[in-house]
């Protein structure tokens, strides 16, 4: 199994990089990107931190049975 802090660290990378993106290329930007790639973005940034909330969610249960 991956080690649990390096499978937060992925997350947080790519949520870090998914939010880098949509800074650079969203709405705000000069030239924003098509709203489809945006939404996809807005979208995958959403899952990443469901994702990482309900790993970490996991991590305390297990902690806690241990």
Known sequence: ?????EMIAWLDR??????TWLDDHGHGSKKPRPENEIATKEYDVARFEEIRAAYVKALERRGQAA
């Open 1 to 5: 199994m991956t080690d649990p802090a």
């Open 14 to 19: 790519r949520i870090d990089s998914a939010n």
